[in-house]
C-alpha cells in the first residue's frame, strides 16, 4: 500500500489528475501476458533496492517527455512520450524507436518533494541507463555516468528549489557496436545470436531522502566454520566517534527485507568491519534458501542517525580436489554439481526490462521448477529485485560481465558459424577502427592460437571502470558464485589483468576467466563451449573443468515467433516437436554423467526462453508455451546433479 501511495503521488505530481492515457505498447511483434498489467502511472513499483531499504522515497517510474536529437545538441524539444523504464526501442516503451550513435534521446519530467523531507539530503537514483547519461536538476547541471548496466547516483539537494514543482532532464547517448562501451547481445542490424539495440533508461529512477550522514553500503562475508558474518559498512560524513551497530535478524525462506523481523539473533557495534557472531547459523543452499535480516544503523552519542534494513545468507563457494584428483566446485565444503541454463534476460515487449516484477521472478521460479540448480547470466545485468529472488529461491548466479565487442572482425568472420550472413550487415555501420580491434582469433577447442583484441586504452579503462562498478554493487548478493570477465574472445584483452582486478574486488567468488576461451591459467575455471552435444575437447587439469554452453536444440512454435518473415535459428538440427526436443536433451544428459564422472563440474544449456530470432529456449519468448514436459525435464536434471 505504500509502495502504491508513492507511486500515485509522483504520478500526480507528473500529470496532474490525468491518469496517463497517452501510453500504449507499440509494435507488430510478440508480447508477454504481463504487458497487459503494465500500470503507465507508475509501472515497476516495487522497492528497487531490497538490500538497502528505507522508508523515505518516491518512484520516478512512469510517463516522461522525450525527443531525439544531433549527439552534440544541447537542448530538445518533446516530442511525445515515453514509458520509463522502458528503453526507447522496446514496445512497451510506447516509442519504438531506433537511436545510433548519430543522435541523442532526451528526457525530462516534473515531480514534487514530500514535506516531510525537509532538512534531508535527497539522492536521485537510476537503476541502469544504457550508455552515457548526462543528467541537469531544475536546469543545473548535475553530472555524468558512463555504463550501461550498473545503478549510479547524485545527491540533488544543492540544485533543488525550496518548494514547489521540480524537473529532471537526462541526455542519453549510445553507440551500441559501432562504438567501444559493453553492450552484450546488442547490434544496430540484429540476426541469429545478435539483438535489437537498447538505449536510454532501462531501470527504475528513484528518489531517496537521507541524512547528511548516511550509510552508502555494506558487505558481507561468510566465516561457516566460526558461524560468524562480516560486515563492512561505507557511510557518507562519518564522523569521529561514530560506530556502526549491526543486528542480525530472524530470518527464513523468503525473507523480505521490507517487512524485517523484529526479533533480534544477534548484534555488534564498530568502526568499519563489524564481525557479529550468529547462534545456530543456518547455511544457505538451493536446497535450503535461508535469508537472515540485517539492521545496520549509524549511532552518534548513542543515537542512530541513520538506518537501513535489508538481509544477507553464510554461505562459502569455493575449488576442492576430489577423490579421483579432478577439481570441483563446493558449497558449503561439500561438492556440488552446477547445471543450469544460459539466461540472456530479455523480454519482447520490454527487451532488457521485464514487464512487471511478477514476469521477472517466474522465470526464476520456472528454472526452479526445471530442476536446475544455477542461472549464467550471459553478457548482461538485472536490477537489484532479481538478484534477491535468486537468493529467496536458492538460485545460484554465474555472472558475466556485457562485452566490449565480439571476435568477428572482417578476416574472422569469414570463418565463424554465420559466415553466410554476410559480412557486410555486419560491418557497414562499424568504424575501421572498430572492426579492425576485433580481428582476433578465437581458440575455442584449444590452449593455443587465440589471440587478443587490439584493444586502444580508452576501452580498456572504461571495461575495467565498469567491470568494478557491477561487481560493487552486486557482490552483496550471495546467489552469485562466479563471475566471468570476459566470453568467447568478444572483446577479450589482457586476461591476467581482468582477474586480477576482479579477485581484488572480491576474493570469496571463483572466477571463471573467459567463458569458451581464449584461456590464459590465471582463474579458478576452464570453460569450453560445445554446440550441440557437450564435450569438452580442452581439459586442464588444475583447474576447475565446465562446459560453460551447450545445447541450443532449436524449436520454432507457431504463432509464438519474434519475427515470422525471418529465418528462425537453433544450433544444429531444428525440432518440429517438444518431445524430440527432449528425447535429444536426454542425450545429451547421459553424456555430461559420463564427462561429470572424468571431471566436468558443471554444464550450462543454452538457454532459458528464445530470443527474437534465436528459437533454442526452453521456453518460448513470450513466455506462453514451455516446449517440453517439465516433470521429465526436471527428472532428467535432478538425476544429473544428484549422481
Known amino acids: 500500500m505504500i509502495r502504491r501511495l508513492i507511486c500515485s503521488l509522483a504520478a500526480l505530481a507528473l500529470v496532474a489528475g490525468v491518469r496517463a ?55 530538445f524539444e518533446s516530442e511525445g512520450r515515453i514509458l520509463v523504464p522502458f528503453a526507447v526501442e522496446s514496445s512497451l516503451s510506447g516509442v519504438g524507436r531506433s537511436v545510433g550513435k548519430d543522435k541523442a534521446l532526451w528526457y525530462e519530467r516534473e515531480f514534487t518533494l514530500p514535506k516531510s523531507w525537509k532538512g534531508n539530503d535527497v539522492l536521485l537514483h537510476f537503476g541502469a541507463v544504457d550508455w552515457m547519461a548526462q543528467v541537469w536538476v531544475n536546469g543545473l547541471y548535475v553530472g555524468e555516468h558512463r555504463g550501461g548496466f550498473d545503478p549510479f547516483h547524485f545527491n540533488m539537494t544543492p540544485y533543488l528549489k525550496k518548494s514547489g514543482k521540480q524537473s529532471v532532464t537526462v541526455k542519453v547517448w549510445d553507440g551500441t557496436d559501432s562504438s567501444w562501451q559493453p553492450r552484450g ?70 525473507y523480505d527485507p521490507q517487512k524485517p523481523s523484529s526479533r533480534v539473533l544477534a548484534s555488534a557495534q564498530g568502526c568499519r568491519e563489524v564481525r557479529v557472531k550468529v547462534p545456530d547459523a543456518q547455511l544457505w543452499s538451493p536446497d535450503n534458501p535461508y535469508l537472515y535480516g540485517l539492521r545496520i544503523s549509524v549511532v552518534r552519542d548513542g543515537k542512530v542517525v541513520d538506518s537501513v534494513d535489508g538481509y544477507t545468507v553464510l554461505r562459502e563457494i569455493s575449488k576442492v580436489k576430489d577423490a579421483d584428483g579432478y577439481h570441483r566446485m563446493a558449497l558449503n565444503g561439500e561438492t556440488l554439481f552446477q547445471l543450469g541454463p544460459l539466461d540472456q534476460g530479455w523480454w519482447p515487449d520490454g527487451l532488457y526490462t521485464a514487464p512487471t516484477g511478477e514476469a ?92 587478443y583484441c587490439d584493444v586502444p586504452q580508452e576501452w580498456k579503462d572504461n571495461y575495467y571502470r565498469e567491470w568494478t562498478n557491477i561487481i560493487n554493487a552486486l557482490k552483496g548478493f550471495q546467489c552469485i558464485v562466479v563471475w566471468v570477465p570476459f566470453n568467447e574472445a568478444w572483446g577479450q584483452f589482457d586476461t591476467e589483468k581482468a582477474v586480477e582486478l576482479t579477485r581484488r574486488l572480491d576474493p570469496t567468488r571463483l572466477v571463471n576467466e573467459a567463458s569458451g576461451g581464449n584461456y590464459s591459467f590465471c582463474g579458478d575455471i576452464q570453460d569450453v563451449h560445445h554446440y550441440p552435444g557437450p564435450a569438452m575437447n580442452a581439459f586442464e587439469g588444475k583447474m576447475v573443468n565446465v562446459i560453460g554452453e551447450y545445447g541450443g536444440i532449436g524449436y520454432p512454435v507457431e504463432n509464438h515467433l519474434w519475427k515470422i518473415s ?3 535459428w537453433g544450433y544444429g538440427q531444428v525440432m518440429s516437436s517438444g518431445n524430440q526436443v527432449l528425447d535429444l536433451y536426454e542425450e545429451f544428459a547421459v553424456r555430461l554423467m559420463e564427462l561429470k564422472r572424468t571431471g566436468v563440474a558443471a554444464a550450462v544449456y543454452t538457454q532459458t526462453t528464445d530470443v527474437e530470432v534465436e528459437v533454442n529456449g526452453l521456453i518460448t519468448y513470450d513466455r506462453d508455451v514451455v516446449k517440453v514436459d517439465e516433470k521429465r525435464l526436471a527428472e532428467i536434471n535432478k538425476n544429473l546433479i544428484n549422481q
Request: hydrophobic share 35%; net charge negative; aromatic share 14%.
Open 21 to 75: 492515457q497517452e501510453w500504449y505498447p507499440v509494435g507488430e511483434n510478440i508480447r508477454t501476458r504481463w504487458a497487459s498489467e503494465v500500470d503507465p502511472s507508475c509501472p515497476r513499483p516495487e522497492y528497487p533496492r531490497p538490500q538497502m531499504v528505507r522508508a523515505d522515497w518516491m518512484n520516478l517510474n512512469g510517463l516522461w517527455n522525450y525527443g531525439l536529437t544531433a549527439a552534440s545538441s544541447e537542448d
Open 185 to 254: 547481445k546488442q547490434v544496430e542490424r540484429p540476426a541469429y545470436i545478435w539483438y535489437t539495440p537498447v538505449t536510454g533508461i532501462w531501470q527504475t529512477v528513484w528518489l531517496e531522502a537521507v541524512p547528511q550522514t548516511h550509510i552508502d553500503s555494506y558487505h558481507v562475508v561468510s566465516d561457516i566454520e566460526a558461524g560468524e558474518l562480516a560486515v563492512e559498512v561505507k557511510a557518507s560524513a562519518f564522523r569521529l566517534g561514530d560506530e556502526f551497530s549491526v543486528e542480525v535478524l530472524e530470518g527464513g525462506v523468503g
Open 360 to 451: 521477472m521472478v517466474w522465470d526464476i521460479i520456472k528454472t526452479k521448477e526445471f530442476g536446475f540448480n544455477m542461472i549464467r547470466k550471459h553478457i548482461k545485468t538485472e536490477p537489484a529485485g532479481w538478484y534477491y529472488w535468486c537468493d529467496v529461491y536458492g538460485m545460484l548466479v554465474w555472472q558475466d560481465m556485457p562485452n566490449i565487442g565480439d571476435h568477428h572482425g572482417k578476416r574472422s568472420y569469414r570463418g565463424s558459424l554465420f559466415k553466410n550472413f554476410g559480412d557486410e550487415r555486419w560491418f557497414s555501420n562499424r568504424s575501421d577502427e572498430v572492426v579492425e580491434a576485433q580481428t582476433n582469433v578465437w581458440s575455442r577447442d584449444s590452449f593455443i592460437g587465440g589471440t
Open 566 to 568: 525471418e529465418t528462425n
